[in-house]
């Protein structure tokens, strides 16, 4: 597209000779969402016409597109994994109401779902999770989501199932946290397969930590359900991390201390006083 880049210790630079990027064809390796959300923005403005193949088709991607598009862009293919985009020569403030966060909605979720509980998102899209809530009824869960939002039901006693993360519409990697911890007591054996990054089972030792029999091997973690876990302290590495762990800890036997809960207010809003409002025992504390 005409951009050169230059890296020093503490900075990427970017430039480019002349006054817009050109337009170009161009196949991600990956349909990384990030990677498409900045090639499509620098679309938009780029001279003539470019075309993204393997593009990602997550619905925030797709929601960025709405918004662009109301702001003066030219997007074709929405939805799908070829974005065609003639670029403009500028664009104008426009309103627009963000989509409801697919991985907070879900956390609410997972918490219903591991304690028993009922829990409604008011807001969350079934459309916008749709494997993980066939992985949820999987679990044994029940789900209505002809209301507002989606109504999730908890049995008794959760059902062991095998899980792979993929590339939306599959199962997302940020659910894997949440989906390991209740597979952690759920009933039998339970095989999660990571296909899209390395090291994201540094949360599986804290679990362990509760009482979950967890083991990793490469890209699986396989997973004994335990009857219960017992609290202790925990180390948060990550936003799902912390929202996981304080989720073990909702149904494990005494107290449990989640430390790095900071990582929570990256990704969630109120998230103790929400969990609170559902009827959980948990205080933040500095």
Do not use: W
Not at 52 to 65: C, F, Q, S, T, Y
Not at 104 to 121: D, P
Request: one cysteine or more.
């Amino acid at each position: 597209m005409g951009a050169t880049f230059h890296n020093d210790d503490n900075s990427i630079h970017a430039t480019i000779n002349r006054p817009r990027l050109r337009a170009t064809r161009m196949t991600l390796a990956y349909p990384s969402h990030t990677a498409t959300d900045n090639l499509m923005m620098a679309c938009v403005l780029a001279k003539g016409r470019s075309v993204i193949d393997n593009a990602a088709r997550e619905p925030e991607v797709e929601d960025l597109g709405r918004q662009l598009i109301a702001m003066g862009a030219k997007i074709e293919g929405l939805g799908t994994s070829r974005l065609t985009i003639d670029g403009v020569a500028g664009l104008r403030p426009a309103s627009h109401e963000v989509i409801t966060d697919r991985v907070v909605s879900a956390t609410y979720l997972a918490a219903g779902l591991i304690t028993g509980g009922q829990v409604r998102v008011v807001d969350a899209r079934a459309d916008h999770m749709e494997m993980l809530l066939h992985k949820i009824e999987a679990m044994g869960g029940f789900v209505d989501g002809s209301g507002a939002g989606i109504c999730v039901r908890g049995p008794s006693i959760l059902r062991a199932c095998d899980v792979a993360t993929l590339p939306y519409p599959g199962v997302a990697t940020d659910y894997k946290p949440l989906i390991t911890t209740m597979l952690s007591v759920a009933n039998g054996d339970s095989v999660v397969t990571e296909n899209l990054f390395a090291g994201r089972f540094r949360y599986v030792d804290e679990l362990v930590k509760l009482g979950a029999s967890i083991t990793t091997e490469g890209h699986h973690a396989m997973i004994r359900g335990v009857d219960f876990l017992v609290g202790t302290t925990v180390n948060a590495s990550d936003i799902r991390a912390a929202a996981a762990l304080t989720l073990a800890g909702l149904v494990a036997e005494g107290g449990t201390i989640v430390q790095g809960l900071e990582h929570v207010d990256r990704g969630y809003d109120s998230f103790v006083e929400r969990l609170s409002k559902l009827g959980a025992d948990v205080r933040r504390f500095e």
